[in-house]
Structures are given as C-alpha cells and as structure tokens.
C-alpha cells in the first residue's frame, strides 16, 4: 500500500483469489472473495469489481440484481457495472477496535437463481489516531535514597491506531539523572518507565520537570506530550514488592456478580507508615468489569462478563508505601467462553408465494444462522420438523437453502407451517426454532365435476315455455378463476338450427330452460352436451350427457275415421241383410287417437240408438254387431251414436252417427234413403255440370283413342276383340275390382259402369255371386253420362281377371288405429281385419263425391280425374300410423311401426258399399 494522510480516496483493491483459481473454484464457491482498502475512504469509493470477481458479466447485472446483505450498510453495488462501493464511513478502530486484523464479512445475493456469496473485505488501518496521555501531567514522589537504576512505571499513552500507526516508543526530554525505557506487556502494548541514573540529592535540586512524548511510526508519525513532575522527597528506602510481576487469571463469562477474581500480594521492608502498602488501578477510570480492595488487593466483579464483547482484560496495579514508594503488576484476565448464546436464523429472500405446479428442488428461501459463542458452541447445525415437502440444503458456511422436496397440492394443503431449528454442539446444546407460513399459489390443475355422469330429466308436454326444466351442478376445487364454472350447450341430437328454439342454458347457475312447448306427438325425446368450462388458462372443461323424456298428456281427442261424413256434410250409411243372424259384422267404428299409453288406449260406447238392444258395439274394437234378428216391427233404418272416448284423466271423446238400412240391394235401400230429400244446392248443380262436361270430353277422346287402336289391332286380331263394341253390350274396361272378402265382413261389392241407358245407377252385387261371375265392369255410352250403372248380361263370357295385388296393403302400410283390428272385449290388442274395408269405403266417399261434382278435377287424361284415386296404384300410404301411441293394457310397451316413418295423412276412407243418405240422384 502507499502511505500519506492529505489524500484518503484512494484504494487498492487486492484480490485474494487469482482469476484462474475463481473460474476453476466458481461452481462450488465456498471460500469468501477477499479486499483489502484503507479506512477512512470517501463514500462512492470503488473497493473491487464483485461482478467481475463472481463471473457475471454486465449483461447479467439487470436479471441476477446483485446486492449486499449485511447488517450495517459499509458497503453497495453499482447497478450498472457491478463495482463494490464505500457506502458509508468506514472507522477501523470503531468497526475493530484493537483487533490486529479488522475485516468486514458480509454477503452478496444473486437473484434468477439465487444465490449467496461471502465477502470479506479487510480494513487496513491508517494513522489517523495520534498518541494521547490520559493526564497531561505526570507527578512523582522520589526519595533520595532511592538508589540508582531504580524504575518508575509512568502512565502510557494510548494510539487508537494498530500496528505500525499505534504507539511504538517514548522519548524523554534530555537531563542527567533520569532516562526512559520502553517497555512492553504480554498483550503488545508499550509503557515507559523512568530509571534513575544517578542518586537524587534533594539538597541540590527538589524537584525535575521534564517532558515524556509519545511517539507512533505512521507516515507520517504522530506524537504527544505529557509532563513528568518529580519532587524528591526524604529517605524511603524500600517500594513495596509484589510477590508477582504477572498475574494471570481465566475467568467464565458468566460468573456472577462479586465473585473474587483474584488477591494481589505486595510487602515493604520498611516500617511504620513507609511500610503501609494500598492498592489501586493505575487507570482506574477504564476499569469498569472489576473492584479492588485498596486494603486486601482483593479483586471482583462489578458487572457481568461478556466473551462475545472482550475476551481479555489486561490490569496494571500499584501497590503505594506510606512513604510514598510504589509498585506496580500487570493481572491479565481471559474471559473464558460459555454457551450462553442461542443460535440466530435470519431469513433472506423469501418467496412470499408457491405454485402448487413447483418442480422439485424449486427455491423457496435463503437462511443464514449465527452464534455469538465461539468453538463448538458456535457450530449450528440446522433441520426441518415434522413431515413436509421441503428440505434445507447446505448452500455455505452457516447459510441453507430451502427448497422443495415434494408434490404440493393446494386442494389438499393451502399452507405449510414450516418449523426450523438451529441447534449448535455446546455442552449443554442450545437451540432455537422459527416458524414461517408458506402459502401455496392455486393452479388451474383441476376440471370441473359434474354432480352425476348423466342427467335424465322428464317434462311434461305443453310445458310453459320459459320454464326451467333441469339444473347440472359441476364443482371445481381450484381457487378465483380456475374455479369459476360456466355452463354451456356443446352438442345435441336436434337440429343445430333449430336448438336454440328448444332449450338454453344458464352460464352461471347450469338452470335449462325450455324456449318453447314441448309436443309429445312431435317430440319424444332428446338429448343434449352440456358442457362446464372453468375460466383458467388454459381452461379446463368436463361434458355431461342430459337426456330429456317428453311426456304424453291428454291434449288430443280422438278422431273419427270410419265412418266419415260426406264432401257436402252428410253421414254416410251401410246396408245389413235382413235375414243377418245375430252376431253379423255390420259395420266398424275407425278412431285414432295421437296421444300415447293410456291416452290413446280407446274405448266405444253407445249414446244413442234407434232401436236400443237390436244392435252390440264392441267396447275396445268398434265393431258392431247384430244383437238379434230384424224383426217384423223393427225399421228398416236404424241410426246409432257412438261416443270414442280415451283413457285420460280426464278422458276426451268424440261421436260418430252411423246409419244403418236393412235392404238386400240398393234399390230396395233407396225408398228409405229419400224420406228426407236434401234441399238442392246452386253449387253442386254447377259443379255436377262441369263433371259432365268434362267427362264427355274425355269419353270422346277415349272413344277416338279405342278407335285407332282398334284399327291397328283389327288386322291382326280376330273378332272377339270388339267383344265389347257390339251393340247392346256395355264397353268393357280394366274392372275397379275390390278385395275379396272373407265370410263374416261386408256381404256387397259395386260396379260402375257407363250404360247405354243413358242413366247412371250404383250397382250392388253379392260378394259371393257376382265377383265370381265378372259381372264388375265400367262401361260407357253414346250418351255421355257420367257412370251409368248397367247389368250386361253378355259379360258372363268374359272372366273376371284377378285382382290387382297393388289394392292391397303391405302389412307395413296397413293403418294401425286402435279400432281397426278384432279383439275381445277385455282390453286385449285385437287383430287387423278391416284394412281393406276401410279402403272400400274410401274408394266408395271418393266415387260419391265425383258424382256430385265435389271430386278433384283433372286426375289424368281420360280418367276424368278418377285414376288418384281409383285406380290400382292407389294405397293408403298417406293414412297416419297411430300403433306406435296405442297403449296396451298390462303391457309397459306400444306398438311400432314396422314399415317405417309416415309423415302425411290420407283421408280415411268407408267400406264399400256405404252410400250418402238423402242424397239426389241423378238422371
């Protein structure tokens, strides 16, 4: 170092560890980087580069924020360059005290990652302390007789300063009889003493003045005076004498109060008042730990002994004769060290929260533990209590890590209290504990649950709409956000177009609402996602399936479709033998009900009847029955009226009129019919006109189309050909033939023919005698009516070709109403047996209404409009299918429909040979 005391901001830096050294040794640093300044440097002063010292370069500095920690602020670094700088005065002798080697040891942190360093930076000492007297004046008793070479101690001088800057000699001022001797005590320091050349005569000379300074060998040196005053007294021959030059003591710290350290001994060969010894501290004002007994030499305690503070105390004693001689001994007391210190945690850089997502090994905190005690009572060691995920690693002397040593999940442990305890290796040990809370930061770790794993809701149809219909509940664990659930509708078996119209769903609360009424005849079922999404990052969600059941209520009627009411609004009527025995099929009520179960499972009733007890209705078939026979005062026309009722609560129900004439043929049956001539109608006389007219047009250009054909045939065919062209004889067409019935059903079929008669009639046959013969054939005339009836009696020739199988139904096609089918009465599903009934009957409403005008126009080319609906390609594959809402009784199950889905409806037709009542006839 250089030497000068006008300029003190300067400072070398000295390095202890060599570059090469500090990159070979940086990954397992445990030795402390080293400085070495002067004190007394200026604030700001640069002491070392610490960032270049530690292997960061400047680009590092903002991210790693290097920093000092330690208790008293000597010391911070520069942001920018990472240099270590003064920051505050820095005083040896008040940092150190006399300590031959003063260092300041602190700690430098790194964050991103952490980590700790030990620094140690030594102040060297400077002379700034001059040497300074603790009197000023110096005065001595010395009795000529003392004899030459005799030594007197002087009061030294104390430098503040160490080494070459301390206190190093004492000069004193020239004379004859006195000269000075440095000398020095075990613990280094330096006093004087006076030895005496040559005998005093007080005769001569009483007393001396003469001048002690004290010097030190700073650069450059300090120096102070003191006056040395020396009166010569009489004649004391003999100072007293301690038994020991040294006196050396080792003292527990912890000794209480008044305990006697040790007694001092002093004796004087002299008598009387010369040979009187007191005792006393020669700087009596500096000792504050001890008393003395200036009588015994006896020396205690006076207050409480700290190792920590001093280790040793170094006492001069004088022992003073009566006479005035005196002596002097040094009593040199260690404080011996006791465990009297509990360890000290200090915690730095702890991290207020943890992620519960923390790999293991993740930093948690730096912890640095001291004791003041010295040797084994100084080694701490350090451990975690009780079972948690973390441990403490050793990161430098007296400094741990703590950090993570397992799986946290807050769900199950929000917090940790995590207790520490120092304990260090003394006899008795000493230990300490701190307890710090570790809070566990949530993590989106966890989807939402739903309450079940699916929901079946059932709602009744015709629901208000804005109904809540079901609520889903999901549940979340996590905290904030990742535990705020919202619900949302993520699939579902209805049209995406069309399920906003349907059903929504509450965000917040998970409610489904209904966004319209349900109709069970419509919709039966169906089926929705529902998802719950938690507002995390990334979001966590969970679906759950919500099937919706749509009841059936009892908001349909039944509905009547056989026997059905006319185009004009009359009833139709059927025809009985006579001679039917009890027991006959007359006829069958149709009905359908669209509600479902048990309100759709029908039942028949009479309400009203013309002759009660002539006629039996089946109570679930609708069939009706002769009860007896006709008898002689029974009207030919009877009139029933049947109620259909549906087994709700309450039950709906609806009536049919069924007019039943006892005739064996239709000519016998219409006297009866036209007791009560309908009024004629404008309108149906307008429309009967059309009929006609278009019906001649297309009769004619039928006529010229047979025509040509039969010229092109006529060449190659023989002449039974023209069978039907010859006179008298009706012209035969493909026959309109219906189904075959078997015993037991309908007894009459029909032809329509057009006559040469020019009259239109309904003819009807007994299934049994005509269908056989061939007789059924459409025919046309030269008049143009419309179809006339006629019985050609030349047609027996001719066999009747088989029936078209395209007028039958498939059994997928066959209708499935609850009073199509035979059964019993107890409530049994009954057997389908009037398909083809009711087919007649809508093919015999159909050929009313185009006799009355009332039919669809414009059916086909010369067909008048009747190939739609009469023709062999006819089926009833419009007519609904109800099997699939027919409840069966002691069943849980409803019929199905075998054939498929049908969406449009057919109306239903009667059976062959029902006729309109009242109806005009035509000529």
């Known amino acids: 170092m250089g030497s000068g005391s006008g300029d003190r901001g300067w400072a070398e830096r000295r390095p202890v560890l060599f570059p090469f050294l500090l990159s070979l040794l940086w990954p397992a640093l445990s030795e402390p980087i080293r400085y070495r300044i002067p004190e007394e440097m200026p604030q700001g002063s640069v ?61 430098a942190v790194a964050e991103n990652p952490s980590d700790f360093y030990h620094v140690n930076v030594e102040i060297e000492d400077i002379n700034d302390h001059s040497p300074k007297f603790m009197h000023n004046s110096i005065e001595l008793q010395i009795s000529e007789s003392t004899k030459p070479e005799a030594r007197f101690i002087l009061g030294s001088a104390h430098d503040a300063d160490i080494g070459t800057n301390s206190l190093q000699s004492y000069q004193l001022s020239p004379n004859d009889h006195f000269l000075l001797v440095n000398k020095e005590k075990l613990d280094g320091s330096k006093y004087p003493e006076l030895v005496l050349k040559m005998p005093l005569d007080r005769e001569e000379q009483k007393s001396y003045h003469l001048t002690l300074t004290a010097l030190d060998c700073g650069d450059p040196p300090l120096s102070s005076t003191a006056q040395i005053h ?84 170094s006492i001069v004693l004088e022992a003073r004769d009566g006479g005035g001689m005196i002596a002097q001994c040094t009593v040199e007391i260690e404080v011996l060290d006791v465990n009297d210190n509990n360890p000290e945690m200090i915690f730095q850089s702890l991290t207020d929260l943890i992620l519960e997502d923390a790999k293991l090994g993740t930093y948690i905190a730096l912890l640095k533990v001291r004791d003041k005690d010295s040797g084994d009572n100084g080694e701490v060691t350090c451990k975690l209590e009780g079972d948690v995920p973390f441990k403490l690693l050793t990161s430098s002397r007296n400094t741990y890590k703590l950090v993570t040593d397992g799986v946290l999940d807050r769900e199950q442990t929000p917090e940790y209290n995590v207790t520490i305890t120092a304990t260090d290796r003394g006899k008795p040990p000493l230990s300490s504990s701190t307890t710090i809370t570790l809070h566990i930061t949530d993590v989106n770790d966890n989807a939402p649950v739903f309450q079940q794993s699916a929901y079946l809701v059932h709602v009744p149809e015709n629901n208000p709409p804005g109904a809540s219909i079901a609520q889903v509940s999901a549940s979340d664990p996590d905290l904030g956000p990742n535990g705020h659930i919202s619900y949302a509708i993520a699939a579902s078996d209805l049209e995406p177009r069309a399920l906003s119209s349907y059903v929504s769903v509450s965000a917040q609360s998970g409610v489904v609402f209904a966004q319209r009424a349900f109709d069970h005849e419509q919709l039966r079922a169906f089926e929705l996602t529902l998802q719950a999404r938690d507002q995390g990052s990334p979001a966590l969600s969970a679906n759950v399936s919500l099937r919706v059941l749509v009841g059936d209520r009892n908001d349909n009627a039944p509905r009547v479709l056989y026997p059905a009411l006319g185009p004009d609004g009359s009833a139709l009527f059927d025809t009985v033998p006579r001679a ?44 009706v029955r002769t009860a007896r026979a006709l008898g002689e005062r029974d009207a030919a026309r009877q009139r029933l009226l049947v109620a259909v009722r549906d087994g709700g609560k309450p039950p709906l129900s609806a009536t049919a009129t069924l007019l039943l004439v006892f005739a064996d043929s239709l000519q016998e049956a219409l006297p009866d019919l036209s007791d009560h001539p309908t009024p004629s109608d404008p309108q149906a006389e307008l429309q009967f006109y059309l009929v006609v007219a278009l019906a001649l047009i297309s009769v004619l250009f039928l006529l010229a189309v047979i025509l040509a054909v039969a010229l092109r045939l006529r060449r190659s065919s023989s002449p039974t050909t023209w069978g039907c062209f010859q006179p008298g004889l009706c012209t035969k067409t493909r026959p309109v033939v219906p189904p075959i019935y078997n015993e037991g059903t309908l007894p009459y079929s029909y032809n329509l023919c057009v006559a040469q008669g020019g009259k239109t009639e309904f003819n009807f046959l007994k299934c049994n005698e005509q269908l056989n013969s061939g007789q059924d054939i459409l025919c046309d005339d030269s008049s143009g009516a419309l179809f006339p009836l006629c019985n050609s009696s030349e047609s027996t020739s001719h066999q009747q070709a088989p029936p078209n199988t395209d007028w039958r139904f498939s059994q997928a096609q066959r209708p499935g109403t609850s009073g199509s089918q035979n ?13 083809t009934e009711m087919l007649q009957a809508m093919i015999l409403a159909s050929a009313s209404e185009a006799a009355d005008g009332s039919s669809t126009l414009g059916g086909g080319a010369g067909t008048m409009g009747l190939s739609a ?21 002691g069943s849980n199950a409803t019929l199905t429909n075998a054939a498929g889905k049908r969406d449009g409806k057919a109306p239903a037709g009667g059976n062959g040979n029902k006729k309109k009542s009242g109806k005009k006839e035509k000529k």
């Open 47 to 107: 002491v070392g580069n610490l960032a270049k010292d530690l292997g960061l370069s400047v680009r590092e500095l903002p991210t790693r924020k290097l920093r000092v920690s330690s208790e008293k602020p000597y010391f911070t670094v520069s942001a920018e360059r990472g240099e270590l700088l003064v920051s505050s005065r820095l005083d040896r002798e008040q940092i150190c005290g006399k300590k031959p080697v003063c260092a300041v040891e602190f700690e």
């Open 230 to 313: 020396i009166l010569v007294t009489d004649a004391n021959d003999n100072p007293p004498v301690f038994t020991q030059e040294l006196y050396r003591v080792g003292l527990p710290e912890n000794v209480f109060l008044g305990t006697t350290v040790l007694r001092v001994m002093a004796t004087d060969q002299d008598e009387g008042v010369n040979a009187e010894i007191t005792f006393s501290f020669t700087e009596a004002s500096q000792i504050t730990q001890f008393d003395l007994n200036s009588t015994t030499g006896e020396i205690t305690t006076r207050n409480t002994l700290d190792f920590e503070e001093v280790k040793e105390y």
């Open 580 to 623: 039917a025995q009890p027991g006959y099929l007359v006829t069958k009520v149709v009905a359908v009900d669209a509600d479902s179960g048990h309100n759709a499972w029908l039942s028949y009733h009479v309400l009203q009847a013309s002759e009660p007890g002539l006629f039996s209705l089946g109570l679930r078939t609708g069939e």
């Open 823 to 835: 059964g019993d009465e107890t409530g049994t599903w009954p057997n389908n047996q009037f398909d």
């Open 869 to 889: 609906r009469y023709g062999p390609q006819f089926t009833l594959q419009h007519v609904p299918d109800y099997r699939q809402n027919v409840y069966i009784p």
